[in-house]
């Protein structure tokens, strides 16, 4: 026979058991666990409840008036008038300020654009190419040479082969060139790589092994030399305008505008 424990025990005396017809079968049968479970209701009885102490209206004040010595008073600190009026004086000089530098500026700029309208538009046409559309522009010309180049010694397949790769490559970037030179107002660059761009849409379309009667052919037809000479002329202006720009900025280097 399984004895019962003294949590059950506890359980059974409070009421909080879950099986208190079995646990009461069992102390009518178990002497044993009888004797231990009227020794345990003998101390439990003998146990007070503690009973909380009667607390009226004023209990909050009580507490309170007995700790008060022990926490510290924080006083708010009060700003005279004439703190206060300093304040907004100086808040109110600040954005006057503020007010007054944002007036002088537009202002300033205003002016600028009515006695000036002509001087700035005017170096805003005269602006310089970026140096780097040149040295961009000066690697598709040099490029276009070597292609061409090529093209005027090749006499076989094998030799025309790299030569349609190339030109497919420049195709995109020469039309880009062309249309930037004509937007910019440049007829002779516009011209110039309008031919050059017809010779790349020619060489792009050919097929994979033309004979070598067709190379002949294509280089008669394209003029190799001329445009050749042509893309060799352009190079070296492009080139002199580059070296040209490099040597103003070293110029004006450190000068005020």
Wanted: charged fraction near 25%.
């Amino acid at each position: 026979m399984n004895h019962l424990t003294e949590e059950q025990l506890i359980e059974h005396y409070y009421g909080e058991s879950q099986q208190p017809t079995r646990i009461d079968g069992h102390l009518r049968e178990c002497s044993q666990c009888a004797d231990i479970y009227a020794a345990l209701r003998n101390d439990l009885a003998a146990i007070e409840p503690i009973t909380p102490p009667a607390r009226d209206a004023q209990y909050g004040e009580h507490v309170w008036q007995s700790i008060r010595n022990f926490v510290p008073v924080y006083e708010q600190k009060h700003q005279s008038l004439w703190t206060r009026l300093t304040n907004l004086k100086a808040l109110a000089f600040v954005t006057g300020c503020a007010l007054l530098v944002a007036v002088a500026f537009f202002a300033g700029r205003q002016w600028e654009n009515h006695q000036h309208p002509a001087q700035i538009q005017t170096a805003a046409n005269n602006a310089p190419r970026q140096p780097i559309v040149l040295v961009v522009l000066g690697d598709h010309l040099d490029r276009s040479e070597r292609l061409l180049v090529e093209l005027k010694h090749a006499d076989s397949a094998e030799a025309a082969a790299p030569v349609k790769a190339e030109a497919q490559d420049l195709l995109s970037a020469n039309r880009l060139y062309r249309a930037s030179a004509a937007k910019s107002g440049d007829p002779a660059l516009t011209a110039a790589l309008d031919r050059l761009e017809r010779v790349l849409v020619e060489i792009a379309n050919e097929p994979d092994n033309p004979s070598p009667a067709r190379l002949a052919e294509l280089q008669k037809e394209m003029n190799t030399d001329g445009l050749l000479f042509e893309v060799r002329v352009l190079r070296s202006r492009v080139q002199g305008d580059e070296k040209e720009q490099q040597t103003g900025a070293v110029r004006t280097k450190g000068v005020s505008i």
